[in-house]
């Protein structure tokens, strides 16, 4: 069988700089997957290079054996690939219910599940608990009709986390969803993390510096270094690596 998402020699430069440099990995089957490397490795503009935001100067990226680089971020987003930001998106004047269920209809996002929201009370009441019921697994509920604003950093990245899954996606990536979050919260959120690929068994592509977090997490990491892959593996074998352990004391 063809894997999920397989990235074939893929190199990009901005002037002068080689942000990536002939990176391949790919990944088999469902599971969460970390991608980590000291900063300016690259992670980023990989990322941006699987959503669409940025054209490769070489290589391939496969998904499903299907060619998507170069194809545009919304064209992925209906093949079921969605993304967070680095930097949180939300919308801070509406409640979290209603941010839940915009990102479900912004097509950008891919919200074919709700484009029923305006055509039947019955399909938009199936949304709002299906909102209700994200919210609740990162213990949100009681700010569902509370202004996004209202929440503090870390509570709206994970509402930016539970916004993308209203589309269904069948490849999550996030761009270091652990940034800024207080421990308790960051427990909700690898609890949760878990809980709902337990349920969908979708494919998690997580950007992360917080090693311990990403290291419990996930069941394979891809490193970068300098816009190569250096090795992927399990997290033992990972942490062990004597190239891996040289690229973040380098
Ligand atoms: N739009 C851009 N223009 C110029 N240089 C960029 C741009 N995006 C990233 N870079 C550079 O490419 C390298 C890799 O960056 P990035 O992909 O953000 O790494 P990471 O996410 O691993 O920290 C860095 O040297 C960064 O400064
Ligand atoms: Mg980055």
Do not use: W
């Amino acid at each position: 069988m063809s894997p999920i998402l397989e990235v074939s020699g893929i190199s990009k430069n901005f002037g002068g700089i080689q942000a990536v440099d002939g990176a391949s990995f790919s990944l088999g089957q469902p599971g969460i997957y970390g991608l980590i490397g000291p900063n300016g490795a690259g992670k980023t503009t990989m990322f941006d290079i699987i959503c669409g935001r940025q054209i490769p100067n070489a290589g391939e990226v496969r998904f499903h054996s299907q060619r998507i680089d170069g194809m545009k971020p919304y064209r992925l987003a209906r093949e079921g690939l969605a993304r967070t930001f680095q930097e949180c998106r939300v919308l801070p004047e509406e409640t979290c219910l209603d941010n839940v269920l915009f990102a479900a209809q912004d097509k950008r996002l891919g919200g074919e599940v709700v484009q029923a929201l305006t055509r039947s009370g019955k399909a938009r009441r199936a949304a709002e608990a299906e909102a209700r019921r994200l919210l609740r697994l990162i213990n949100l509920e009681r700010y569902a009709d509370e202004p996004a604003g209202a929440l503090s950093y870390g509570q709206r990245r994970l509402l930016e986390i539970v916004s993308c899954l209203m589309s269904k996606p069948r490849i999550l990536l996030l761009d270091e969803p652990a940034s800024g979050i207080n421990p308790t919260l960051l427990n909700t959120l690898r609890d949760f993390l878990v809980e709902i690929y337990e349920e969908t068994r979708i494919v998690f592509l997580i950007v992360e510096h917080n090693m311990e977090f990403i290291m419990s997490l996930a069941s394979e990491i891809v490193v970068m270094h300098q816009g190569r892959v250096l090795t992927q593996g399990a997290p033992d074998r990972v942490q062990s690596d004597k190239s891996v352990i040289d690229a973040y004391l380098g």
